[in-house]
Structure formats: structure tokens, C-alpha cells
């Protein structure tokens, strides 16, 4: 059975006095006595003499002030908020509406809380120091709200040298954007990341601390907190957190304390939290949260924050940049591997052989499982990624060594497949080699994602297996083979056109695998931008003719389309174009078509319906027709 309070003393200001009829009105038969803040504060003992509960209304510094006066003269508080005061309801977990508001703060079971003092003044809800991007928000705020405002922030954000001192004698020094103390688990996005429970009867003070060391980092936090999943088990890589009774914090530069949303002080800053402070009426969902919450040992947690040389850059910047730096642990792991791949030696060469010579006869027979051995035998991939981290780290004997392999390797390809097709019959071009002569846009667009995931694999242990998939799909052998066979028959456009996708593939990988590596924190410091600059001339380069060459598809493409199906009246008979494919052999263009007919087309005919099919090209045309004759 619920019990109320026989009698309660009402605290108002101008703004609410209008509750004190409302609250007189109650239905639990308690009696009220109103008295105006101002007036209470003039006089507080002898307004408070007697009195054990107290109902307050007004601003939060009004509310403060009594939670003040209540930690001195141990009475009971009840709160009605007004419908503004939407951090107030839903940290004390207090009725919107207004009857409901009144019989839960003339209640008599009241919950003891702890409160926190940040420089001898209440906070109720959370405190913040520097920039925390948008771990304060409410975690009810909309995804599009919170995202405006942290994409509004991270432009101006930097790191900060911290010291913090814990009860425990715990001192972290550490660089952070900014911090956030909260009172308990109920209130804001830093809820969703902190993998450990906290609480407002806990006999702690919860800080969080935000150091995203990049905007990459910064944006990655953002996607974390967004997520609807409520807890993390561990916390995210630019997120720490501590736990004690007392922490004092001190950065390098002074910064405002923004406490309850208010300029309320200035660092340095001290909280500690008062144990069972005060008796406050709090809604029955906190309540439940309080049941069986003891004090808790002290928990500092900063694995992920930036410490030493991450500091010590830190100080520098004016603003985080926006890639992070990889660990030292992963520039161990990465770069002995990456330098014994830029080395020209007797395996890499014989592996070159064995591979263009398997594509070659795979090219010749037309057998597409012949042309996968081959690609997965080829070890170009290796050094063209040793290249593009030679580039990005202005590592010159990393980059020299890394050329020498990769053009000893294009040169032994030509060199075997030219040799194998001038030693061999003559035979006929494959549909497979005409795939390789033909390079497009698209195939660029293959070779920037294949050199994306060719970086990301060697960077990642666990998944370096990945790397054959990246030289299947990238293809690199059989495009030299093709240019290769062109040399072998003294084709000089057949070669230009292969080698053309070769080198395509070449700078796509290359430049997208240097971006990678970029964008994965292994770039030195902004000095060496001259190899990214050549890679990207020669990426513009490369994609002129490509686009002339897709351009020059598609107008194929749509042409052929157009011939299918079509019907053409030539000399008094019918033909109908079941089938029409268009290829390049050097500059001419070739069209091979399929045609039904009921009657036997002379040469004349033929001659005829050429003629109408030149006139839609500038350029001679190679037609060959087969017709089919049908009763």
C-alpha cells in the first residue's frame, strides 16, 4: 500500500507558482505549505525547522540548492518538473503528466542517491570538459539530430593533454578531446559504448573520455554509438573510462566545465561523489535500477587511449588529423614482410615463367581453369604492393627495389609468352584473348578494388589468405600473355591493347593500395607527396584511352542491340538478324552476324546489304554473314 506524507513544505519560484493549488488539491490528504525559494534562502534553518519533506518546482539551480540544503538538513525531496525540464524527468524517471507528478513527490518511500560535487557544485546529470562530440546527447535523440551535430563539431576538434588522479592514487596522463561525467546509465549515447555498469548509488564518480585520434576514428565512434545495440562488451578504440570514488582532472590548457548544459566552472576540476546524499522520490523504474547496488571498487580502464608518441603528437596538432596512424605493433608485423617482397630473386623469375607460359596455353586452348592456375601461380601482386607502400612512405630502396621486380617480371612475361607463340603452329585468336584486349573504365574499376583489398589483406594477418582471391579477380598474367602473343605475331596494336589492360591494372592496384595503406595509418608525416602526385599523372593518363576504348564498347554494344531481331529488306528479300557481335582486331572493326532467309541471297544481295550496314560507320567494316535458310 502506497503511504504519503502527512505534511510538506512547497518550494516556488515566480515560474511555478501557479502548481500550489494543484498541489493542495491532492488526493492523498497531505497539507501543504508554500513558501517562496527566494525567501526560503533568506532564512533556510528557521524556514526548515521541523520540516521532512520537501517539494520543490523551478529552474535546475533552483533544484540544486535544495538537494544542498537537504544533504545539511536530511529532509525528503520530491520534485515536479515542468514539461521543459525533459533531463530531469527522465533522470529522476518522473512523471510528464502533472496529478501522476504530484502523488509520486508526496509519496513517503523515497530512494537515498548519491550525488556528485564537480568543484563543491551538484551536478545531476552529467558534466562535460572539451569536445565530446555527441556522447552527451540523449540516447533517444533521433539518429538525424545526433548526426547533424556530430558532423557540426568534428571539423574543430583537437587533442589535449589530460592528467587525471583517481581516490586509488591512479595518475593517467593521456591526450583526449574532451570528457564526460556521468551519474548513471540511463541518459545519454556514452551509455551505449561504456561496457561497464554504472550507477547513481554506486559511491562513484563515472568518467568517460573521448580521444578519437582522427576524424576516420571520430566517424567510426559516431556509426558505434548510432547502432541500436545497447551495451558494448568492450569499449571502442577512442574510448576510456574510470571509475572512482574522487577523480581530479587536469589539462594542459584551462577549458570551461559545462555542467547540466550550464558554464558552471573551469579545470582544473575536482568530483567526488557523496555517498547516500539525499532522499529524493524518484520513479519506480530507478528505483528498480538502485535495488541491490553496493559501492564498487575503483576501475580505470584507458587501453585505448593515445599514450607516449601518440601524446606527444598530439600536443602538436592543432586538430586531430584525418587518418590515424597505425600501432608499432602493426608496422613490425607488416613491413619486414613488405621489403622481402620488393626483392628480385630466382623463385619470383621462375614463378613468372611458369605462369605466363601456363596463361599462354591456356590463352591458346581457351580454357578459363587453365588461365585461373595461371593467375593464382603468378607473384606479381607482391611486389606491386611492397610499391605502393614504398610511394606512400617516400621509402626509396623500398620503391627502387619493388620497380626492378615488377619490370624483370613484365619483361620474362613477354619474353615467354612471345617465344612460346613463335615456337609453336599458328593458331587461331580466342575469344579468350580478345577479352584481354578491350580495356575499359570498368576494368580500371576492378583493378582499384582489387588493390583495396589486396592492402587490406596483407595488413591483417588473419586474412592474408584473401590474397589469391584479389589475384584471381584482378587477373594480372593474362593480359601480359596476350601483349606477349602480340609481340610473338608482330601485332603491335594486339599488343598495345593488352598491355594497355596490363598497365591498367598495374596503376589501379597501385594507387588504390596507397590510399589503403593511407587510409589504415601507415603514412609517415605529410613529407613525400611527389609518388602519390606521379601515380595519379599516370592514373589520369592511363584513363583517357580507356575511356575512348569504353566509350567505344558501348557504342558497339548499342549497335548490336539494335541489329537484333532487326529485319532488312535487300533487293525484294527478307533477312532477319538473329545474332550480332562486333569485335577490334587492330584498328578494323569486325562484325559477325547470323541471318535467316527464305531465299538463297546471291552475291549481289550480299554486296547490298553490306552497304546498308557501312552506312552507319565512317570507318570500312569487316562483315562476315552467315545465313540460314528456312522454307
Known amino acids: 500500500m502506497t503511504e504519503y506524507v502527512s505534511s510538506a513544505l512547497f518550494v516556488n519560484t515566480d515560474d511555478t507558482k501557479h502548481l500550489i493549488k494543484p498541489l493542495q488539491n491532492n488526493s492523498s490528504g497531505t497539507r501543504i505549505t508554500s513558501v517562496a525559494f527566494d525567501a526560503l534562502m533568506q532564512a533556510p534553518q528557521?524556514?526548515?525547522?521541523?520540516?521532512?519533506?520537501?517539494?520543490?518546482?523551478?529552474?535546475?539551480?533552483?533544484?540544486?540548492?535544495?538537494?544542498h540544503l537537504a544533504m545539511k538538513y536530511h529532509f525528503r525531496v520530491g520534485i515536479l518538473p515542468t514539461e521543459k525540464q525533459k533531463d530531469l524527468i527522465r533522470f529522476y524517471d518522473l512523471p510528464k503528466k502533472l496529478s501522476a507528478a504530484v502523488e509520486l513527490a508526496l509519496r513517503q518511500d523515497g530512494q537515498m542517491i548519491d550525488l556528485i560535487l564537480c568543484n563543491g557544485k551538484i551536478m545531476l546529470f552529467k558534466a562535460a570538459i572539451g569536445r565530446i562530440p555527441f556522447l552527451d546527447n540523449p540516447a533517444e535523440s533521433s539518429w538525424m539530430r545526433t548526426l547533424l551535430i556530430a558532423l557540426r563539431k568534428f571539423v574543430r576538434f583537437r587533442l589535449y593533454s589530460f592528467k587525471f588522479s583517481t581516490a586509488g592514487k591512479n595518475e593517467i596522463n593521456t591526450a583526449a578531446s574532451g570528457c564526460l561525467i556521468l551519474q548513471h546509465s540511463r541518459e545519454n549515447f556514452a551509455s551505449r559504448l561504456i561496457s561497464h555498469d554504472y550507477s547513481c548509488m554506486d559511491g562513484m564518480v563515472s568518467l568517460?573520455?573521448?580521444?578519437?585520434?582522427?576524424?576516420?576514428?571520430?566517424?567510426?565512434?559516431?556509426?558505434?554509438?548510432?547502432?541500436?545495440s545497447k551495451k558494448y562488451k568492450k569499449l571502442p578504440s577512442s574510448i576510456g573510462y574510470i571509475k572512482s570514488p574522487r577523480i581530479d582532472i587536469e589539462p594542459e590548457t584551462r577549458l570551461d566545465v559545462i555542467i547540466d548544459d550550464q558554464h558552471a566552472s573551469h579545470t582544473p576540476l575536482h568530483c567526488e561523489a557523496i555517498t547516500n546524499a539525499v532522499n529524493v522520490n524518484v520513479g519506480k523504474n530507478l528505483q528498480v535500477e538502485c535495488i541491490g547496488v553496493n559501492a564498487s571498487t575503483e576501475k580505470v580502464d584507458i587501453d585505448n587511449l593515445p599514450r607516449e608518441k601518440e601524446l606527444l603528437k598530439?600536443?602538436?596538432q592543432k586538430r586531430i588529423p584525418f587518418f590515424s596512424y597505425a600501432s608499432e605493433?602493426?608496422?613490425?608485423?607488416?613491413?619486414?614482410?613488405l621489403r622481402q617482397d620488393s626483392r628480385l630473386n630466382s623463385i619470383y623469375l621462375v614463378l613468372m615463367v611458369l605462369s605466363t607460359m601456363l596463361a599462354t596455353v591456356g590463352l591458346y586452348l581457351n580454357s578459363a581453369s587453365v588461365i585461373i592456375g595461371a593467375m593464382l601461380l603468378a607473384p606479381l601482386m607482391a611486389p606491386i604492393v611492397s610499391l605502393?607502400?614504398?610511394?606512400?612512405?617516400?621509402?626509396?630502396?623500398?620503391?627502387?627495389?619493388?620497380?626492378?621486380?615488377?619490370?624483370?617480371?613484365?619483361?620474362i612475361a613477354l619474353l615467354a609468352s612471345a617465344l612460346i607463340t613463335r615456337l609453336f603452329p599458328y593458331k587461331p585468336i580466342t575469344d579468350e584473348m580478345l577479352a584481354r584486349i578491350n580495356p575499359t573504365l570498368l576494368d580500371l574499376a576492378v583493378a582499384i578494388i582489387s588493390g583495396i583489398a589486396a592492402a587490406y589483406s596483407k595488413s591483417f594477418?588473419?586474412?592474408?589468405?584473401?590474397?589469391?582471391?584479389?589475384?584471381?579477380?584482378?587477373?594480372?598474367?593474362?593480359?601480359?600473355?596476350?601483349?606477349?602473343?602480340?609481340?610473338?605475331r608482330l601485332d603491335f596494336n594486339f599488343f598495345y591493347q593488352a598491355f594497355l589492360l596490363f598497365s591498367t591494372n598495374l596503376v589501379g592496384i597501385t594507387i588504390s593500395a596507397t590510399l589503403t595503406f593511407r587510409i589504415l595509418g601507415y603514412a609517415a608525416a605529410v613529407r613525400r607527396k611527389a609518388g602519390l602526385v606521379v601515380v595519379f599523372i599516370f592514373l589520369a593518363l592511363i584513363s583517357i584511352p580507356?575511356?575512348?576504348?569504353?566509350?567505344?564498347?558501348?557504342?558497339?554494344?548499342?549497335?548490336?542491340q539494335s541489329l537484333r531481331q532487326e529485319r532488312f529488306?535487300?533487293?525484294?528479300?527478307?533477312l532477319i538478324i538473329i545474332k550480332a557481335s562486333i569485335f577490334w582486331r587492330g584498328d578494323k572493326r569486325i562484325i559477325l552476324m547470323d541471318a535467316l532467309a527464305r531465299e538463297p541471297l546471291t552475291r549481289e544481295d550480299l554486296n547490298a546489304f553490306k552497304k546498308k550496314i557501312q552506312a552507319n560507320f565512317s570507318k570500312k567494316l569487316i562483315i562476315r554473314l552467315n545465313t540460314y535458310h528456312i522454307p
Open 208 to 228: 568517460v573520455i573521448a580521444a578519437p585520434i582522427s576524424i576516420i576514428e571520430y566517424l567510426k565512434l559516431l556509426g558505434q554509438a548510432l547502432r541500436f
Open 314 to 316: 598530439a600536443r602538436k
Open 569 to 574: 529488306l535487300v533487293n525484294e528479300k527478307y
Open 46 to 67: 528557521q524556514q526548515l525547522e521541523g520540516v521532512e519533506h520537501v517539494v520543490v518546482a523551478g529552474s535546475l539551480d533552483v533544484i540544486k540548492e535544495i538537494l
Open 329 to 337: 605493433e602493426r608496422f613490425h608485423d607488416l613491413f619486414p614482410a
Open 461 to 488: 594477418k588473419e586474412i592474408i589468405q584473401s590474397l589469391a582471391g584479389v589475384a584471381i579477380a584482378v587477373a594480372l598474367v593474362p593480359p601480359l600473355a596476350v601483349a606477349g602473343i602480340g609481340i610473338g
Open 546 to 560: 580507356l575511356y575512348l576504348s569504353f566509350s567505344r564498347i558501348v557504342e558497339d554494344r548499342v549497335f548490336e
Open 388 to 411: 605502393s607502400m614504398g610511394i606512400l612512405r617516400g621509402d626509396i630502396k623500398l620503391f627502387k627495389n619493388s620497380i626492378v621486380k615488377i619490370v624483370f617480371g613484365i619483361l
